[in-house]
């Protein structure tokens, strides 16, 4: 998103999608009700099918619609115009507005799932600059995949249509400097901080030092976490045909630039 790290950038254009079996009428109605459920789409007539095809934001101030990405690589375009917008301090902080309240009161179509850490420095909202209904967040400490991160991730891909997934490192994280400290002493974290730590030790880059060391696993384990996510069957068919991407990328705190790592 810099002229000094490589840019995020799409996977070209969206194909369309082959139709797989058609489902149960008893799975039909479950989905129907989870999705209900979960995307708080309004039980008053509205469609849930929505959420799935839609492609225009709420309404603006101005009573007109925003244009909703609807591809990975318009996704990608929007994150990184937000991202030069708080960069250099022009924040538009948008959807914020009573109408985009009243319009999300009855359902949801974020672009994006942003996976980032829980660091109270990086919020994925405003990094890239966006605002209610907009991306789907989920923050664990050093992004540290679990069941319930890979479900929440999985119910933003699969059932509401999200073409883009981000896994968001940043510089400076503290729950990476705890794994690789607690790897050269020997020590155990208290309570469950151990269990962050082991999954992260994997990513260790054991070819730098101090804290050359540290910056290096940052992008090691957004790297391991990025190909986990990908190699997802589920997943994977959908980047197969083009209808999803999943990127890594890193935040920086000093320039507040974020920028994908290869």
Same mark, same amino acid.
């Given at each position: /998103? ?8 799409? @996977?070209?254009? +969206?194909p369309h999608?082959?139709?797989? %079996?058609r489902?149960?009428a ?8 989870l999705?209900?459920?979960? @995307?708080?789409?309004?039980a008053?007539?509205?469609?849930l ?10 309404a603006?101030?101005?009573g007109t &619609? ?12 929007? =994150? *990184?115009a937000?991202?030069r ?13 009573? &109408? ?7 359902? $949801?179509?974020?672009?994006a ?8 420095r ?7 600059? $966006?605002?209610?209904? #907009?991306? /789907?967040t ?8 679990? +069941? &319930?991160? =890979?479900?929440s ?9 999200i073409?883009?997934?981000?896994v968001?490192?940043?510089? %400076?994280?503290?729950?990476?400097? *705890?794994?690789?400290?607690a790897?050269q ?5 208290? &309570?469950? /901080? ?9 990513a260790? #880059?054991?070819? $730098? ?16 976490v ?5 190699? +997802?069957? +589920? ?8 209808k999803l *991407? ?5 935040y920086?705190?000093?320039? $507040? ?6």
């Amino acid at each position: /998103m810099n002229s000094h790290a490589t840019s995020l950038r799409g @996977t070209g254009p +969206e194909p369309h999608a082959s139709t797989g %079996s058609r489902p149960s009428a008893d799975g039909t109605v479950r989905r129907a009700l989870l999705r209900t459920a979960l @995307t708080g789409a309004a039980a008053l007539g509205a469609g849930l099918g929505a959420a799935h095809t839609a492609t225009a934001a709420p309404a603006n101030g101005s009573g007109t &619609a925003d244009p909703r990405p609807a591809t990975p690589d318009q996704a990608l375009r929007e =994150l *990184a115009a937000g991202n030069r917008r708080w960069q250099t301090f022009r924040e538009r902080h948008p959807h914020e507005n009573p &109408a985009v309240r009243r319009t999300l009161a009855t359902a $949801q179509h974020p672009f994006a799932v942003v996976l980032g850490c829980i660091d109270s420095r990086v919020p994925p909202e405003l990094v890239f600059d $966006q605002g209610l209904g #907009d991306l /789907m967040t989920v923050r664990t400490a050093g992004e540290v995949l679990d +069941e &319930a991160v =890979l479900g929440s991730v999985a119910f933003g891909v699969l059932e509401l249509g999200i073409p883009l997934v981000v896994v968001l490192g940043h510089q %400076s994280c503290g729950a990476v400097r *705890a794994a690789v400290q607690a790897e050269q002493s020997g020590e155990r974290l208290p &309570a469950h /901080m151990q269990y962050l730590v082991d999954r992260i030790r994997p990513a260790i #880059d054991h070819s $730098q030092e101090g804290d050359a060391r540290i910056d290096a696993t940052v992008n090691s384990h957004v790297r391991l976490v990025r190909s986990r996510l990908a190699e +997802e069957p +589920e997943f994977a068919a959908r980047i197969g045909t083009g209808k999803l *991407a999943i990127v890594g990328a890193r935040y920086e705190l000093t320039t $507040q630039v974020v920028h994908r790592l290869a």
